[in-house]
């Protein structure tokens, strides 16, 4: 079938005035006399549907409604252009509407296609046949005689009562005849001579001669002229199938039988009469045709049955049609059609118009034409029409061919054929009345129809469109006539009507209401057109358009249009798409899934799955489990596709990849027993920022020490364990044959399992020569290098619903290079039947999966990790950008040496002060010497290796637990309380001038700890003096003996932590002694109280202390004897006792001193047992050192805030006072632990800097002093002169009185007693001192008056002396009493200022103590 397009054609109605017909278009197809099959009808509908599909790569139309940007179609135009647009000049200006909408071609092809195949209707004239083509060659041996034929055939089958189909027009159908003659084969004589016979027979309007085919079909190959028949072929998919005509919306036109398909190929087509028959009975819309379409072009002699070109188009896609036609073939044929038009086909319908005006005028009685009654009909009085339910079922009411009421219908449809509107309103309307009264209602359900259409195409719309005249139709056919065919076709036509007047509402609940449950197809294209014309509302309605899209893609999808369902459900998703509505989302995504696994779109299906899985699901747990075995079904087949291509990104578990942590190195092995490995850094520990900043001073402080107190500008402080708070802009270095474990951070968001098999790193490796070249070598599986790098695999791990969960991957490096880690690899599955949560958690790992494992996909996920924001420069701070983080590219370096440091009978509690002696074991456990170990800790007093003299020391960890910890010697029960003297340096103790005391090397025998080689080393440790928990970082550096340029050193960490018990508190003071009686007769000895608390509360089982030995380590200094007046020498301590011990102090003799150097300790021991420790050896020196140097640590910077120019004598005046002596108390503590008694050791160091001042052994807690009122004053600027404090000025000179005791004396004889008093005086400074001696003084208080009673001084009251350095002067004194009593002695004052000093520092002097006198009467 074809059709042929006129611009603009004339002709006269009944009045006789011309009457324009524009763009008529005439349908030529082939005779059928079998009507259509419904089933073939809708399989035809369902392909045409599924065959028009948005066209790819075309510019999508995005419409914005409100919040929402809507890719609506794949195809736009400008407005809605309905298919009937032609029809009428005033939808023309809707094509410069401004309004964009979307079009649906496949809504197009098949309401064309639905128009085309409905069969011709007793009720309805308007896909009848008008006229008949009768078709011969030329080439037939007796042309006229074929004519007869076929004329006497198309007669027999319209007037024969055993075709019913197809339809006439009118009983006399127009013939016209055409003889078709090829120019290249035929003989054109001949032709021209039938021809003229045939003028002769049928008159020059009733024939013609058509001339085709000027070249051959060889020519036809070289020269190519398009197909002149495309553009009226691919409009329809039913080529000769009737169709209605007129306008692009083809409306039932001009029908023309032609008894074969003339316009398929232009070809002259032979028919043979005996082969009529089955032409007339083929029919496109059979189910199967028995025709081959594919030799259309072989040559002339074929005939050309009847078969759709939709087979035709699937058997032969690159047909081409009309190859043999030149130009001049192609003005032929038009001029043929435009002269069968003009001479043949209007005269014949003019005409029938006219004789079915002039009968309907005679048997009506009307006047002499319709158009006088148009205005009485419809300005007189008007019938009140009954309701469509007040009128009885008559649907099965036929009139006869000849009835008066048809023959108006039949006038009222070639009317409208030929676009005559008003006057086929006017019949309509009369036919539509008298069809109502006879109450014939699908009769009168067509002229409603037909009424209205033609109401809305007149010109100039002279009456408004008639929409109730439609539904009512719509309501007829529907419920009265139960004919869905015809409803369907008033529902498309008024719905086009209603959008060209933009009644979009009405429009829409007019398709919804033909929705039903009878035809899934019609449903769908309904609804989509609902949805469509929602959005194009004034105002949007953006979720109703997506609402009705579900529901279209929903009919599609029932109705086998895939497809189309899935575009529906796809453009739905843009409304639900992120609003939150998370349930609407999984189910369109998890039909789009479906959808498009069924279209093998199987990308999308994974991307819809995806989606529905990594949204926070709101699904319950079966639900999310259903979601999820899907998802690995289709991802399976995805996989299957492409066994060898890349691995595909797999959605779940999610990953937190700025959680992912990297650690080099071997995992700390556990505790053996006594024997327990340095903690070093683990994947267990959280990070500290404090702690790490400890550990980074720590390496400096060693690495300064190592590189003689400068840090080297290259250096890095060592990175074992590489997270997010970590500086990862380097690339941080892994050594060779050392494992590297990535742990990454999962975490399941569904409430199913996940179960994670064969997971292992993903990794790129470029292994670099000896000689330093890269081979570009990319390695991305386990087993592609297991020789460069080994991979570990995890067999099984489970995540249980909403779990976080960390997986440790390790990589084996065996070759130097880069390395690049990219991601994790692994096999996604679940756990079947795994609903529930409980059970399956509490499965092993080891059996969950093997015996119920599920379908599993194997995938990767990338690990990126976003480095720091970056915020140094103007540039970083007004950009965001961010800078590398390369924690996951390693270098792999050479072999280094590896140590590992373990620890035996390292205690976890002790006793502050506490000796206890512990081993520590350094073992190489790799292939490289080294050596320069060295251990650097912040708390030094808390441990020694011990100083040379330590070898004299017991090396076994296994001796006895009472052993001890001290070197001790047997003493005589008769050197008690006399001190023992011995000395030592303090650099044999590692505590040099200068030296960092933090940074101990160890003793290594050789220096050099060879490959697999280990040393026990004796470790004595101290308990801290504060009670608490103590951690305690040391950190042990050591380098390989090779040195290397990218690692220079490495090493390892330990934390101690150590929880210490009270046990004793000692307090010291040192005051001079008034004595003068010592070896060399001079005044230089001391006194030194010690008091010693036991502040023990029965922690940790003590029973009791023991001082054992009282010990003085000092340079100038030592300890000469106990002076405790009570004789019980063993020195006891329960809890809360407390012991007083005095002590003299004598000066260490002059030429000890001089040949002393200045780092040289004397050590007196004391001892109050009867073995002596000796102090001077390991550990008691050490610990005594290391606490001295910790305690002139604290001294050092308050001694820097002093003015540095300090008087020369205000520093003589200090140096008097100064004293260095230092006391070390040793006890043991008797512990009953477990019914078994324990000895512990343990020392106290006071440290006394001052006489006259207490010192402790542990530090004090200060009370925080009061808040003190504000003052607002401007400070003075007068420069203070530094004075000496008034007991420094105090101690210039000590004073001691020689006199009597007690005096008896006869006072009845001699009323005055006299007694001489020696006063002596001794200058303790180095420099020379003036003294004042003042015997004025009396004393006023009155206390001391009871007490003491008066006396008075003889002779001189004032004496003026100077006194050498460290000279002592004696001055006699008599003093003069007249009572019987007892007196003090100590009233002098004594001043003192230096000789050379202009400024007098005058003070009185204090006496030490009162010298009381008893004068007895006799």
């Not at 001079?1082 to 029973?1103: C, H, P, Q, W, Y």
């Not at 002093?1265 to 000590?1294: C, D, G, H, W, Y």
Request: hydrophobic share 35%; glycine share 4%.
């Amino acid at each position: 079938m074809a059709k042929v397009l006129f611009f603009m054609v004339h002709m006269r109605d009944p009045n006789n005035q011309l009457h324009v017909i524009k763009n008529l278009k005439i349908a030529v197809s082939n005779i059928i006399t079998q009507p259509p099959q419904p089933g073939a009808i809708r399989k035809l509908l369902n392909d045409v549907v599924s065959g028009s599909q948005p066209a790819d790569g075309l510019v999508a139309n995005v419409i914005t409604a409100g919040d929402y940007d809507l890719n609506i179609s794949d195809r736009s135009i400008k407005a809605s252009v309905p298919w009937y647009s032609n029809w009428k000049d005033t939808l023309m200006e809707m094509k410069e509407s401004s309004l964009n909408t979307a079009t649906t071609p496949w809504f197009e092809s098949y309401r064309e296609t639905f128009l085309q195949s409905m069969p011709a209707s007793d009720h309805e004239f308007l896909n009848y046949y008008l006229a008949c083509m009768l078709v011969a060659s030329s080439s037939e041996a007796e042309p006229m005689e074929q004519f007869g034929k076929l004329s006497q055939e198309q007669h027999r089958i319209q007037h024969n009562n055993d075709y019913s189909y197809p339809k006439w027009f009118i009983p006399n159908t127009l013939k016209y005849y055409v003889l078709l003659h090829d120019v290249s084969a035929g003989d054109e004589q001949r032709a021209e001579s039938i021809y003229e016979e045939m003028k002769q027979k049928y008159g020059t309007q009733g024939c013609y001669l058509l001339k085709i085919n000027s070249r051959t079909s060889n020519q036809a190959s070289d020269e190519q002229i398009p197909d002149p028949w495309s553009q009226y072929l691919q409009k329809n998919s039913i080529q000769n199938q009737e169709s209605y005509e007129d306008g692009p919306c083809t409306i039932s036109s001009n029908k023309n039988s032609d008894s074969n398909l003339l316009s398929l190929d232009g070809l002259d087509n032979e028919v043979k009469v005996d082969g009529l028959p089955n032409n007339f009975r083929a029919h496109p819309l059979q189910l199967d045709s028995s025709s081959d379409p594919s030799n259309n072009i072989d040559g002339p002699d074929h005939v050309k049955s009847a078969s759709s070109l939709h087979e035709t188009k699937k058997a032969n896609p690159g047909i081409i049609h009309g190859a043999c036609l030149t130009l001049t073939d192609h003005d032929r044929i038009r001029q043929f059609v435009q002269e069968f038009t003009f001479r043949g086909l209007l005269p014949h319908i003019e005409k029938t118009i006219r004789q079915l005006n002039d009968q309907l005028i005679s048997r009506k009685g009307l006047s002499r034409s319709l158009f006088s009654a148009t205005k009485k009909w419809f300005s007189g009085s008007k019938v009140p029409e009954k309701s469509i339910n007040e009128l009885k079922n008559t649907s099965g009411l036929l009139y006869p061919p000849e009835a008066p009421e048809l023959q108006i219908r039949k006038m009222a449809d070639l009317c409208f054929l030929v676009q005559h509107y008003d006057l086929a309103y006017s019949c309509y309307h009369t036919a539509k009345k008298d069809f109502l009264n006879d109450q014939a209602m699908l009769y009168a359900a067509g002229a409603l129809e037909m009424a209205a259409v033609s109401a809305f195409l007149q010109q100039g719309a002279a009456r408004p469109y008639p929409a109730h005249y439609m539904d009512t139709a719509i309501q007829t056919y529907r419920d009265i006539c139960k004919n869905m065919i015809l409803a369907e076709r008033c529902v498309l036509l008024s719905a086009e009507i209603l959008k060209s007047q933009s009644k979009y509402s009405e429009a829409a609940a007019l398709l919804i209401r033909l929705t039903s449950e009878d035809s899934d197809l019609r449903s769908a294209l309904l609804l989509e057109q609902a949805a469509h014309c929602f959005i194009n509302m004034k105002s949007p309605m953006v979720r109703k358009y997506a609402f009705h899209m579900i529901l279209a893609g929903h009919r599609f999808s029932k109705a086998g249009q895939k497809k189309h369902a899935l575009r529906c459900y796809c453009q739905a998703m843009q409304v639900y798409k992120g609003k939150g509505w998370s349930l609407a989302e999984d189910h369109i995504n998890f039909t789009i899934g479906r959808q498009s696994y069924t279209l093998r779109q199987l990308d999308n299906a994974v991307s819809a799955f995806r989606h529905i899985l990594i949204n926070e699901s709101k699904q319950s747990a079966a639900q999310q489990g259903s979601f999820l075995r899907e998802y690995l079904y289709v991802y399976k087949n995805v996989s299957q596709l492409s066994p060898d291509g890349p691995l595909p990104q797999l959605p779940l578990p999610y990953i937190n990849s700025s959680a992912t942590r990297v650690f080099f190195g071997h995992d700390r092995r556990p505790a053996d027993g006594e024997k327990q490995a340095a903690t070093h850094v683990s994947l267990d520990q959280e990070y500290d920022n404090e702690s790490s900043q400890q550990w980074r001073e720590l390496e400096e402080q060693v690495v300064a020490l190592v590189n003689k107190g400068v840090i080297p500008p290259n250096f890095h402080p060592t990175q074992y364990c590489l997270n997010s708070f970590s500086d990862n802009s380097r690339f941080p270095l892994a050594v060779v044959e050392e494992p590297i474990t990535v742990e990454v951070a999962f975490r399941n968001p569904l409430k199913v399992p996940l179960l994670l098999t064969n997971l292992s790193l993903l990794w790129k490796f470029q292994p670099k020569d000896c000689s330093g070249k890269n081979d570009e070598e990319v390695k991305e599986l386990v087993t592609s290098e297991p020789e460069m790098i080994g991979t570990e695999v995890i067999s099984e791990f489970l995540i249980n619903s909403e779990e976080s969960k960390v997986a440790r991957l390790k990589l084996f490096p065996h070759h130097i290079g880069e390395l690049h880690i990219l991601g994790v690899v692994y096999n996604l599955g679940t756990i079947q039947g795994s609903t529930t949560v409980d059970g399956i958690g509490a499965l092993p790992g080891c059996h969950t999966g093997k015996q119920s494992l599920s379908m599993s996909v194997r995938g990767r996920q990338d690990l990126e990790i976003q480095g720091p924001r970056l915020n140094s420069t103007k540039e970083e701070k007004t950009s965001i950008t961010y800078g590398p983080d390369r924690r996951l590219d390693p270098i792999i370096v050479e072999e280094m040496p590896l140590l590992e440091v373990f620890f035996i009978h390292f205690p976890t509690g002790l006793l502050c002060g506490e000796i206890r002696k512990a081993y520590v074991e350094f073992v190489n456990v790799s292939k490289c010497p080294l050596t320069g170990l060295k251990v650097v800790c912040k708390r030094p007093e808390f441990f020694t290796f011990g100083g040379n003299t330590a070898a004299l020391t017991p090396l076994s960890p296994s001796a006895s637990e009472n052993c001890s910890a001290y070197k001790t010697v047997v003493t005589e029960s008769t050197s008690v309380c006399t001190a023992l003297t011995s000395s030592a340096s303090s650099v044999d103790f590692g505590i040099g001038i200068g030296s960092q005391p933090e940074v101990i090397p160890v003793p290594l025998p050789d220096t050099v700890l060879l490959p697999g080689a280990s040393v026990q080393l004796p470790l004595w440790l101290r308990g801290p003096d504060e009670e608490g928990v103590h951690e305690i970082n040391f950190l042990f550096y050591y380098e390989s003996v090779k040195k290397l340029p990218k690692i220079r050193h490495r090493i390892l960490r330990h934390t101690a932590v150590i929880c210490t018990s009270r046990s004793l508190n000692v307090r010291a003071t040192v005051c001079r002694s008034n004595s003068l009686e010592d070896e060399e007769g001079r005044g230089g000895n001391m006194l030194v109280f010690v008091d010693v608390e036991n502040i023990n509360t029965s922690e940790a089982g003590v029973k009791e202390f023991h001082i054992v030995q009282v010990s003085s380590s000092s340079k100038h200094w030592k300890l000469q004897k106990s002076v405790n007046l009570s004789e019980n020498k063993d020195a006891k301590l329960g809890s809360r006792e407390k012991g007083k011990f005095c002590f003299k102090a004598i000066r260490c003799k002059e030429k000890e001193v001089a040949t002393q150097s200045s780092e040289k300790y004397t050590f007196a021991d004391i001892i109050f047992g009867n073995e002596q420790i000796i102090s001077s050896a390991s550990p008691c020196a050490d610990f005594f050192y290391r606490s001295l140097s910790s305690e002139l640590k604290k001294v050092q910077p308050s001694a820097h805030t002093e003015k540095q120019s300090v008087e020369d004598a205000v520093r003589l005046i200090q140096k008097c006072s100064e004293v260095d002596l230092n006391v070390v108390i040793l006890w043991k503590a008797y512990v009953v632990e477990d019914s078994k008694q324990l000895i512990l050791e343990g020392q106290h160091h006071v440290i006394l800097h001052t006489v006259g001042k207490e010192a402790y052994s542990s530090p004090q807690k200060q009370e925080p002093p009061e808040m003190e009122p504000l003052k607002f004053f401007r400070p003075e600027n007068t420069a203070v002169s530094s004075r000496p404090s008034v007991e420094q000025l105090s101690s210039l000179i000590k004073t001691s009185l020689h006199y009597p005791e007690s005096l008896n004396h006869p006072f009845h004889q001699k009323s005055l007693c006299l007694v001489p008093v020696t006063l002596l005086l001794s200058n303790c400074s180095k420099a020379d001192v003036d003294v004042i001696v003042d015997l004025r003084h009396k004393t006023t208080s009155p206390e001391s008056l009871e007490i003491h009673g008066s006396f008075t001084w003889l002779g001189q009251t004032q004496y003026k002396l100077q006194l050498k350095s460290e000279e002592i002067h004696s001055l006699q004194l008599k003093a003069c009493f007249v009572h019987t009593g007892v007196y003090n002695l100590g009233t002098p004052r004594v001043f003192a200022k230096l000789s050379d000093q202009v400024t007098v520092f005058e003070t009185s002097q204090q006496n030490s103590m009162p010298a009381l006198i008893i004068i007895n009467n006799v």
